[in-house]
């Protein structure tokens, strides 16, 4: 019993005792009592038996058809705790110690998202109706192994995992966090890691606010000034910066592998200085030379206000260039939805320019989500309400909402009221992380939660680190667990381990004063377990 684990587990020891024909008692076993897994987002069902399943040093991976994409990942989670698996050659699941089935038939039981995991004395075995399922299934068993398989440091280690099995599908299909990339720009590199950790905890949303006032962070090859002029400012300090069409597909598919889909904002008809800065065209004529500048003189925005910059909406080029820049958008992006953002403007137009947006945002076959003032008139039936103040008076009956609650979501707001370059406009002494999970709605046409991380004083990767991490497990949580299983004493109980795994994971993870971290785990480089991992090579 060399194996780190025992220092990761408190270790039970019950003896087991067997009446002898003689009629006297004797010790005949020891047996170890795992703790159970300390898993986030809680799963919906789960049974613990006492046995554990030690995962011998040589591994073998049957798969029924449809299930070598989740043997991929499988092999590459065992290899990374430096476990010998192979795949059978047999395409059944009934010949190797860990078992992976693909059944649609499950879909009834497991939904789109939802898995079974059953560990017992002789294997693993991994059951879903979809591919997502399947990964989260993975997820789930990687939250069994000790936190230094992130940085593949399990050299001597020997596994055990606790015997049980687990039922789970999720609550909400809508899982989110949202980056502004355009107050400071964050690139590939570091939305890769950040999809990386919202996989770990089953988020399957990632919105990203490509453009504001400061930045535009897209290129769209149509309108060539968007990178050559609007892609250079950011707030002071912040970074500035684009990102390519190339760097936008890759970071949709690194996504996509882990069930992660890329919402694209382009916010209008205000939060458009950048971009009346590279086309002046788009300007009303009386809006030139104002404080703070709305277009003329040419100079980048580097300041915090907001709600001051609008398209011109009398003008028809306001019209081409919206229908342009989304045609453009719509054909390099995979998933199904584009945010027309919408949010914080007054304008007589106002409600005319947002259902032309969506009917645009129809037009090329994609559905249109907006912040909440959308909502003021009506647009179609489909259309999805990301709500975050909840001031506005909707027109717009069963409207699906996601809820992004300022005083529930909004992650650039401190930890605690004391955390420095943090947001207070909506509670002034930061959201705690009971305030995260603490979220609750009768809403019936919610379809689930997200994030945000607005980076007016964000402006470094550490600084993201710690506005997500850990509240961004509470958001996961709040999602894929339903209230009434929820209780934010026993999460925080789980978080510790997590602070763990995130501290190997290389996350500056924000130490929230809720929780008994444990203190001697030290920040490693960014790593995880499936760091740049792609499951098709
Ligand atoms: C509100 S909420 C905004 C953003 C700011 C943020 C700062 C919303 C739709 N708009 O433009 O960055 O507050 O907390």
Redesign the pocket.
């Known amino acids: 019993m060399s194996s780190k684990f025992i220092r990761y587990s408190t270790i039970v020891t019950s003896v087991f005792l067997l009446v002898s024909c003689s009629g006297l008692k004797e010790p005949v076993a020891e047996k170890e009592v795992l703790p159970t897994p300390q898993i986030i987002p809680l799963p919906l069902n789960s049974s613990w038996n006492n046995g554990t399943y030690k995962v011998p040093e040589t591994n073998t991976i049957c798969f029924n058809e449809g299930g070598k994409r989740t043997a991929v990942w499988l092999q590459k989670l065992l290899n990374s705790a430096n476990l010998n698996a192979q795949f059978s050659e047999t395409n059944n699941t009934d010949c190797g110690n860990w078992k992976i089935v693909k059944d649609e038939s499950l879909d009834l039981l497991l939904g789109d998202e939802g898995y079974i995991l059953d560990i017992r004395n002789n294997g693993v075995t991994l059951k879903g109706a979809t591919d997502a399922g399947l990964f989260y299934a993975i997820q789930t068993l990687r939250q069994f192994f000790p936190a230094g398989i992130e940085q593949n440091s399990l050299s001597n280690a020997e596994i055990k995992l606790r015997m049980g099995h687990i039922e789970d599908r999720p609550q909400y299909s809508w899982r989110g966090t949202m980056v502004?990339v355009a107050?400071s720009f964050f690139g590939l590199e570091y939305l890769k890691r950040h999809v990386d950790r919202m996989a770990l905890y089953k988020l399957n949303r990632l919105h990203l606010h490509l453009t504001?006032d400061q930045g535009w962070r897209i290129e769209i090859k149509s309108k060539p000034k968007l990178t050559g002029v609007a892609s250079k400012g950011s707030v002071t300090d912040g970074n500035s910066g684009y990102l390519s069409q190339e760097d936008y597909k890759e970071l949709q598919d690194y996504a996509l592998a882990r069930n992660i889909i890329i919402i694209p904002e382009i916010?209008m008809p205000g939060?458009i200085y950048s971009a009346l800065l590279a086309y002046p065209e788009l300007n009303c004529a009386e809006n030139a030379n104002i404080n703070p500048k709305k277009a003329l003189p040419p100079d980048l925005f580097e300041g915090y206000d907001?709600g001051w910059s609008r398209f011109c909406l009398e003008k028809p080029e306001t019209y081409d260039f919206v229908s342009e820049v989304i045609g453009e958008l719509a054909s390099i992006t995979k998933g199904p939805w584009i945010h027309m953002?919408g949010?914080?403007i007054e304008d007589p137009r106002y409600k005319e320019f947002v259902v032309k947006a969506d009917s645009i945002i129809h037009t090329y076959n994609k559905i249109s989500i907006g912040?909440e003032e959308v909502t003021q008139t009506k647009v179609s039936d489909d259309f999805i309400s990301?709500e975050?103040?909840g001031d506005t008076e909707s027109v717009m009956e069963d409207v699906k909402v996601i809820e992004?609650m300022?005083a529930n979501f909004?992650l650039?707001?401190g930890n605690t009221a004391d955390q420095k370059n943090t947001?207070t406009?909506?509670k002034k002494d930061g959201l705690s992380l009971q305030d995260v999970y603490g979220f609750s709605t009768d809403n019936p046409h919610v379809i689930g939660v997200e994030a945000?991380v607005?980076?007016?004083f964000v402006l470094n990767n550490e600084s993201m680190d710690d506005r997500f991490w850990p509240r961004a497990a509470a958001v996961a949580e709040v999602g894929w667990t339903p209230e009434a299983k929820r209780n934010f004493n026993d999460f925080i109980k789980r978080l510790p381990e997590h602070g763990k795994r995130l501290s190997q994971m290389g996350v500056h993870f924000f130490p929230s004063p809720e929780v008994k971290w444990d203190s001697t785990e030290k920040t490693r480089e960014v790593k995880s377990v499936f760091y740049n991992f792609n499951p098709e090579k």
């Open positions: 502004d107050r504001d916010d939060h907001v953002g949010d914080e912040w990301q975050w103040n992004s300022c909004y650039d707001h947001a406009w909506c945000p607005w980076t007016e």
